[in-house]
């Protein structure tokens, strides 16, 4: 990234019926839409099962209304936490 040039970051929300949206770049599947990156909100999954989620510059996490951990994004560092280093593109279950 040159000067001044900043990078998007990727935006999420929850909506009130539990459905998770989000919207921005999406270089390193930060998305977790499986797709491309998007200037309008998609759907993450078809489930209205979400309970919080957080977006950090190019990996996400989100709890599940059952209170499990789920992460997606750049893994280059392990951010996942799921133990690789593979970048996911869509929602991964993580233990703990």
Do not use: C, F
Request: proline share 4%; charged share 15%; hydrophobic share 35%.
């Amino acid at each position: 990234m040159g000067p001044g040039r900043r990078r998007r970051q990727p935006h999420h929300r929850r909506a009130k019926n539990g459905t998770l949206w989000s919207w921005g770049s999406n270089a390193e599947g930060q998305l977790g839409n499986g797709g491309t990156e998007s200037a309008l909100p998609v759907q993450v999954g078809s489930l209205q099962i979400w309970r919080a989620v957080s977006a950090g510059a190019a990996h996400s996490a989100a709890l599940r209304n059952d209170g499990s951990l789920w992460t997606w994004g750049r893994n280059a560092d392990g951010q996942l936490g799921n133990g690789s280093n593979t970048l996911s593109s869509a929602p991964v279950s993580i233990a703990y």
